[in-house]
């Protein structure tokens, strides 16, 4: 059994804890207070000193002295808060007017103590703030985690940029209104649309998927509105079309952009009077289905070379969502391996199979032109061809293993974790951003489609070094 000491070594820490105070006494006193509980602390003389140490360590609480000899309590308030709008802040100070504590509070203070304090309730007040920050960022995390997991049907993200995806699905899936998907081939535009479909009030119904790019015209045509008894020589009897098998559901056109332009007028009209015939028919059906429609082609510069029907583009065009390559959100790639290798394993009847670090890096390099669908291909082909518990190089194709630059060092450690990988590859990926835009942040998380704050966030987790523009 661990003696008393080992155990309050493992125990994780209760929170950091910065004091910005000119007075010595009391830094120390409350450092010694704090340090007792068991918190991080760390000391800051001057507002200057204090935002030197935020900018170095992100901390869980500061304890600011409201009159500081080089600048005012409150204008380091306003500092820290446009730096990070979710810390925690407590102000402290012996001019302890109500007038001050309500400048504080506005100012976004999480509470107000007048010297000298009273310990225990210092300490009551300190605690109250740290959980909360963490409870909050807890259900944050939960909810992620039930979108990855549960929301959105195998579609599997932890980056930014899916993050948005999955709460603009949230949002427009309740409505009625018409949705174009846009990205390159095997992003995942079927599944984005059943997410939709399966989060509106129509996921009780049908959810009817067609690929209008695979088919003639003509046989278009009769699967879409259906066909009466002899409209043609094999129309041996009627058939119903997918407008009325997908009534009060989804239809979801896939790679709209290829389809003829005589089809998109016929789609236009269906779109703007709600109503069809069917192939040699003479009656109109009355229609009520949610039209999804996707495309790998840039439709603008489809109309602008008469490809395209520009009224069809703009009555499908109300709700756009743009679907991110893999190779521009690759922190996603260990978890697709994971989500994939699970599957296949229990499709195949296989026992679990783990991807090693040597083979997770060319995974991470690779561009991947045909998105998930290939890494997909890529995952099945190893997890059939493997015999081990451990997937490695061996099992992936050629083609993958001698493409792209080695990583940095850290992957050939013998020690190198798949976390440590991973953040490696952020590491480098997010540098090599800045690099390219001379080490402006602000348009880097421009081009990331990323907050500033979130870039500021990763940076420092990543001990990334900034350079001044212009420096060797």
Same mark, same amino acid.
């Given at each position: 059994?661990?003696?008393? *000491?080992?155990?309050?070594?493992?125990?994780?820490?209760?929170?950091?804890?910065? @004091?910005?105070?000119?007075?010595?006494?009391?830094?120390?006193?409350?450092?010694?207070?704090?340090?007792?509980?068991?918190?991080?602390?760390?000391?800051?003389?001057?507002?200057? /000193?204090?935002?030197?140490?935020?900018?170095?360590?992100?901390?869980?609480?500061?304890?600011?002295?409201?009159?500081?000899?080089?600048?005012?309590?409150?204008?380091?308030?306003?500092?820290?808060?446009?730096?990070?709008?979710?810390?925690?802040?407590?102000?402290?100070?012996?001019?302890?007017?109500?007038?001050?504590?309500?400048?504080?509070?506005? *100012?976004?203070?999480?509470?107000?103590?007048?010297?000298?304090?009273?310990?225990?309730?210092?300490?009551?007040?300190?605690?109250?703030?740290?959980?909360?920050?963490?409870?909050?960022?807890?259900?944050?995390?939960?909810?992620?985690?039930? %979108?990855?997991?549960?929301?959105?049907?195998?579609?599997?993200? %932890?980056?930014?940029?899916?993050?948005?995806?999955?709460?603009?699905?949230?949002?427009?899936?309740?409505?009625?209104?018409?949705?174009?998907?846009?990205? /390159?081939?095997?992003?995942?535009?079927?599944? @984005?649309?059943?997410?939709?479909?399966?989060?509106?009030?129509?996921?009780?119904?049908?959810?009817?998927?067609?690929?209008?790019?695979?088919?003639?015209?003509?046989?278009?045509?009769?699967?879409?509105?259906?066909?009466?008894?002899?409209?043609?020589?094999?129309?041996?009897?009627?058939?119903?079309?997918?407008? /009325?098998?997908?009534?009060?559901?989804?239809?979801?056109?896939?790679?709209?952009?290829?389809?003829?332009?005589?089809?998109?007028?016929?789609?236009?009209?269906?779109?703007?009077?709600?109503?069809?015939?069917?192939?040699?028919?003479?009656?109109?059906?009355?229609?009520?289905?949610?039209?999804?429609?996707?495309?790998?082609?840039?439709?603008?510069?489809?109309?602008?070379?008469?490809?395209?029907?520009?009224?069809?583009?703009?009555?499908?065009?109300? @709700?756009?969502?743009?679907?991110?390559?893999?190779?521009?959100?690759?922190?996603?790639?260990?978890?697709?391996?994971?989500?994939?290798? %699970?599957?296949?394993?229990?499709?195949?009847? %296989?026992?679990?199979?783990?991807?090693?670090?040597? *083979?997770?890096?060319?995974?991470?390099?690779?561009?991947?032109?045909?998105?998930?669908?290939?890494?997909?291909?890529?995952?099945?082909?190893?997890?059939?061809?493997?015999?081990?518990?451990? @997937?490695?190089?061996?099992?992936?194709?050629?083609?993958?293993?001698?493409?792209?630059?080695?990583?940095?060092?850290?992957?050939?450690?013998?020690?190198?974790?798949?976390?440590?990988?991973?953040?490696?590859?952020?590491?480098?990926?997010?540098?090599?951003?800045?690099?390219?835009?001379?080490?402006?942040?602000? /348009?880097?998380?421009?081009?990331?489609?990323?907050?500033?704050?979130?870039?500021?966030?990763?940076?420092?987790?990543?001990?990334?070094?900034?350079?001044?523009?212009?420096?060797?």
């Amino acid at each position: 059994m661990p003696d008393s *000491a080992t155990a309050s070594q493992s125990a994780p820490k209760p929170g950091s804890i910065l @004091i910005i105070d000119d007075e010595t006494g009391i830094r120390e006193s409350l450092e010694a207070l704090l340090q007792l509980e068991g918190y991080d602390v760390t000391l800051a003389a001057c507002g200057e /000193e204090g935002m030197a140490r935020l900018a170095e360590n992100p901390f869980d609480l500061v304890l600011l002295d409201f009159a500081l000899p080089d600048r005012n309590g409150l204008e380091i308030m306003a500092e820290i808060r446009e730096r990070d709008p979710q810390a925690n802040v407590i102000m402290i100070t012996a001019y302890g007017t109500v007038e001050n504590a309500v400048r504080a509070m506005q *100012a976004g203070a999480a509470n107000f103590v007048q010297k000298p304090w009273d310990n225990e309730k210092l300490l009551a007040d300190i605690r109250a703030v740290i959980a909360r920050q963490r409870a909050e960022d807890e259900n944050v995390q939960l909810k992620r985690a039930l %979108k990855q997991r549960y929301g959105f049907h195998n579609i599997v993200g %932890k980056s930014e940029v899916m993050l948005r995806i999955f709460d603009l699905v949230a949002q427009v899936a309740p409505s009625r209104s018409t949705i174009l998907l846009q990205g /390159e081939s095997g992003t995942g535009k079927e599944l @984005i649309a059943k997410a939709i479909h399966m989060n509106s009030p129509r996921k009780d119904r049908a959810f009817v998927p067609i690929n209008t790019g695979s088919m003639p015209p003509d046989l278009l045509e009769s699967t879409l509105f259906g066909h009466v008894k002899g409209a043609f020589t094999s129309a041996v009897a009627s058939k119903k079309g997918l407008f /009325e098998v997908a009534d009060r559901g989804t239809l979801f056109l896939d790679e709209i952009g290829t389809m003829s332009l005589d089809m998109q007028a016929k789609i236009l009209r269906v779109l703007q009077d709600r109503k069809f015939m069917h192939l040699g028919g003479v009656a109109e059906i009355q229609t009520d289905v949610r039209i999804i429609a996707a495309t790998n082609i840039d439709l603008r510069d489809a109309v602008r070379e008469g490809k395209f029907r520009e009224d069809l583009f703009y009555r499908l065009n109300v @709700i756009t969502l743009d679907l991110p390559p893999l190779r521009s959100r690759r922190e996603d790639i260990p978890l697709l391996v994971g989500h994939f290798l %699970k599957h296949f394993c229990e499709e195949n009847a %296989k026992p679990a199979r783990t991807v090693t670090p040597e *083979a997770l890096r060319p995974l991470l390099d690779y561009t991947w032109p045909g998105n998930v669908r290939e890494l997909e291909n890529v995952i099945e082909r190893a997890v059939v061809l493997s015999n081990a518990p451990l @997937i490695g190089t061996d099992l992936l194709p050629d083609y993958i293993t001698g493409h792209g630059p080695a990583l940095p060092s850290i992957e050939h450690r013998a020690d190198a974790s798949l976390f440590d990988i991973m953040e490696e590859c952020e590491r480098r990926i997010i540098g090599g951003m800045l690099e390219k835009c001379s080490w402006n942040q602000t /348009e880097a998380a421009e081009r990331f489609h990323i907050p500033l704050s979130t870039l500021n966030q990763k940076i420092k987790r990543l001990n990334i070094e900034i350079r001044k523009k212009g420096r060797e």
